[in-house]
């Protein structure tokens, strides 16, 4: 079926089997990469992108539900001179170790700051709560995100 | 390629019906189901862009569409005025990013004993809107779940909306797991409970993962009516639950420990009634 979408500020228009996983169009029919599979299960955050804003798992997302929609992912953080900010704090705190999680988790914080640009570190934990790292700790990643916030325009 | 329709009429919906395809609003079960090819569907009909099951609304009753998601149930106002065991059940929903996707008739339709929107809606007493192909019907939701993952839903059906009761009797929610997000609930429990001159006057107790369905604590909700939610009286109802109660040993929790977990959720619900 033929879908029309938004892919990181610029429409795309694909023909999709309706049930393919939005990480399979990315990670293969796109070359976008960034987005990682861990457990293809919506249990680990990897595969996080932002759909209207809102992080979802890539995982979940069947083709035929992206006519009309925003989906946002890791590619466009790093294009965007505001978001980077987030994406230096990462790397300033030591946030990242093998990287995996990493893309989920700086989307999963993007949204959070969109929505509450100051939040505390219980917002902030909540809101991570659906991406797992088993490198860090996350004692770091929470403290890249409090990091970035003193730095948002 | 397998087909694939969006409806966004209940009239285009109930038609498409007849050809019994597999439905999928949020996709956060039948994804995973699909993918592990446990399920291998030869048409989807996808219920999300239908208008009559979106919007959460108050007319005589608290309305909120099936297709409506757990992100949005959890903070929306009328939710939280009307129903905040509900919007507390919905803000524990695996995590940001299930609940922006899952939906409260996608909870309903799967019928997991674990479903976490279960228990509110039971210990409120809502009452759910089946379109089909006579048009409309309704069932309580106690007649709805009919068995371990089975509902009273025709395969020409579809759940359109969920009716609750406007309430201002005190109500509550809680869930244990092996952590607060992404776990299924070990045990869980939502009460609803008019108090009298210091005495329930009503109470509606369903709990969760203690039985093949989610269960109404009937014979508990006996021992509390007509009494005053004393110390005493919250153990002798945490007794009386963890006998009503039939909970099973399985991977993820032991019954003898759903037993006595049940029983502490009630006797906190009765210790912080008002």
Redo the contacts between chains.
């Keep these: ?1 033929r879908v029309s979408f938004q892919l990181n500020g610029r429409p795309c228009t694909l023909d999709l ?3 393919r ?1 939005l990480i399979d169009v990315l990670r293969e029919d796109l070359d976008l990469t960034g987005t990682k599979e861990g457990c ?4 680990c ?1 990897a595969c ?1 992108v932002l ?1 209207d804003g ?4 890539s ?4 083709a ?2 992206l ?1 009309g929609v925003s989906i946002l992912t890791i590619e466009a953080v790093a294009d965007d001179p505001r978001r980077r900010r987030l994406l230096e704090s990462f790397v300033e705190e030591g946030a990242v170790q093998c990287g995996f999680c990493s893309p989920g988790m700086v989307l ?1 914080a993007m ?1 959070l700051l969109d929505r509450c640009p100051d939040p505390a570190l219980e917002d902030v934990r ?2 991570l ?3 797992i790292c088993r490198c860090t700790g996350y004692e770091r990643i929470f403290r890249a995100i409090d990091r970035s916030k003193g730095r948002a325009p | ?4 329709h ?1 409806p966004r009429t209940v009239s285009e919906a109930a038609a498409l019906l007849r050809e019994r395809p597999t439905v ?1 609003a ?3 079960d039948l ?2 189901a ?2 592990q090819k446990a399920i291998a ?1 030869a048409s ?1 009909l ?1 219920v ?1 862009r239908l208008t009559e099951a979106r919007g959460i609304r108050v007319d005589t009753a608290l309305d909120i569409g099936a297709a409506e998601t757990f ?1 949005a149930i959890a903070s929306h106002p009328l939710v939280l005025s009307h129903a905040p065991a509900l919007a507390a059940a919905a803000s524990s929903v ?5 609940r ?2 899952a939906t409260i008739g996608g909870n309903l339709v799967t019928a997991s004993p674990s479903g976490d929107s279960i228990p509110p809606l039971l210990a409120l007493d809502a009452t759910t809107v089946i379109a089909g192909p006579g048009g409309l019907r309704e069932l309580p939701l106690a007649g709805f779940i009919v068995g371990y993952r089975l509902t009273a839903l025709d395969p020409t059906e579809i759940l359109l909306r969920i009716r609750i009761p406007i309430t201002s009797r005190f109500q509550s929610f809680a869930k244990v797991g092996p952590r ?3 776990a299924c609930s070990k045990v869980s429990l939502a009460g609803c409970a008019g108090l009298s001159a210091s005495r329930f006057s009503s109470v509606r107790l369903a709990a969760g993962a203690v039985a093949p369905t989610v269960i109404l604590l009937e014979e508990t909700a006996a021992v509390l009516l007509h009494n005053e939610p004393t110390p005493d009286l919250a153990e002798r109802a945490a007794a009386a639950a963890e006998r009503e109660a039939r909970p099973i040993d399985d991977v993820r929790s032991t019954a003898q420990y759903r037993r006595h977990v049940l029983g502490r959720l009630v006797s906190r619900f009765v210790r912080s009634a008002r």
Excluded: Y
Excluded at chain 1, 54 to 57: A, D, G, I, S
Excluded at chain 1, 59 to 62: A, F, K, M, R, T
Excluded at chain 2, 1 to 4: A, I, K, L, R, S
């Design positions: 079926m089997d309706p049930i996983r293809g299960e919506g249990e955050g996080t759909m809102l992080p979802v798992n995982c979940l997302v069947p035929c539900q006519e999963s949204s909540r809101a709560a659906g991406n | 390629m397998m087909p694939c969006s999928i949020g996709g956060t994804m995973v699909i993918h569907p989807l996808d999300t992100a695996g995590s940001e990013q299930i922006s996707r607060r997000a992404v």
